[in-house]
């Protein structure tokens, strides 16, 4: 019994915790770890509440403040890895350059990819979270992607999407994640057009002649 709580306090606190500990006491390539942290939380959570199910089905407010914890925290993560991967790719779009026309013209495509599905496929992983502490039906990964997209453009969605939706938007969290993601998505496409935008305007600008 003292080690059942002593490994599920262990667990519960890596869950919560495990971004602070990357940041701060990993060094070196490890740290890459941080991008797989939201998966690894949510794993040790789980781990947390099978080693000592006794405890948390007595006191089940103990289990819904783990999971939220969790959540939250790995939510903070991968808003950090979305803005901190932005600002790499503003970067890399505007001050690295290639000698090669089509291996540029490639990458900047791939930029404008990125830019405008990045935002939608990260809030997809944070709606999926939730949708777990809102006793959502499960949906697959390619369902909550498109449940993602369906909130910014008005997607048709099936029954079971519809229905994950309903449930999920009706929490106070999860409207302040839309309004997250929608000033995101749409500061993101902002930087897509105005980029767009000055490569033509420097595409049909005139020549200066010597």
Same mark, same amino acid.
């Given at each position: 019994?003292?080690?059942?709580?002593?490994?599920?306090?262990?667990? #519960?606190?890596?869950?919560?915790?495990?971004?602070?500990?990357?940041?701060?006491?990993?060094?070196?390539?490890?740290?890459?770890?941080?991008?797989?942290?939201? *998966?690894?939380?949510?794993?040790? $959570?789980?781990?947390?509440?099978?080693?000592?199910?006794?405890?948390?089905?007595?006191?089940?407010?103990?289990?819904?403040?783990?999971?939220?914890? /969790?959540?939250?925290?790995?939510?903070?993560? *991968?808003?950090?890895?979305?803005?901190? #991967? $932005?600002?790499?790719?503003?970067?890399?779009?505007?001050?690295?350059? %290639?000698?090669?026309? %089509?291996?540029?013209?490639?990458?900047?495509?791939?930029? &404008?990819?990125?830019?405008?599905?990045?935002?939608?496929?990260?809030?997809?992983?944070?709606?999926?979270?939730?949708?777990?502490?809102?006793?959502?039906?499960?949906?697959?990964?390619?369902?909550?992607?498109?449940? #993602?997209?369906? &909130?910014?453009?008005?997607?048709?969605?099936?029954?079971?999407?519809?229905?994950?939706? !309903?449930?999920? /938007? !009706?929490? !106070?969290?999860?409207? *302040?994640?839309?309004?997250?993601?929608?000033?995101?998505?749409? $500061?993101?496409?902002?930087?897509?057009? $105005?980029?767009?935008?000055?490569?033509?305007?420097?595409?049909?600008?005139?020549?200066?002649?010597?």
């Amino acid at each position: 019994m003292i080690l059942q709580s002593i490994l599920s306090l262990l667990f #519960s606190l890596l869950a919560v915790f495990l971004p602070v500990i990357i940041v701060f006491f990993l060094r070196g390539p490890i740290k890459l770890l941080l991008y797989y942290s939201p *998966l690894l939380q949510l794993l040790f $959570a789980v781990t947390a509440y099978n080693i000592y199910p006794m405890f948390y089905n007595k006191f089940d407010v103990w289990g819904w403040i783990l999971f939220y914890l /969790t959540i939250t925290s790995a939510s903070l993560v *991968l808003f950090f890895i979305l803005i901190t #991967s $932005a600002i790499k790719g503003i970067r890399k779009i505007l001050y690295e350059t %290639t000698n090669n026309a %089509t291996i540029e013209r490639l990458r900047l495509f791939f930029y &404008l990819v990125y830019f405008i599905t990045i935002p939608h496929l990260v809030f997809a992983l944070i709606y999926s979270f939730w949708g777990i502490v809102s006793k959502a039906e499960n949906i697959t990964l390619f369902e909550s992607i498109y449940f #993602s997209f369906s &909130l910014i453009y008005s997607l048709p969605v099936s029954k079971t999407i519809e229905e994950y939706g !309903n449930i999920i /938007t !009706n929490e !106070n969290s999860i409207q *302040l994640l839309y309004m997250i993601h929608v000033v995101i998505s749409k $500061a993101f496409e902002i930087v897509v057009l $105005a980029f767009v935008a000055s490569r033509i305007i420097d595409y049909i600008k005139p020549t200066r002649e010597d």
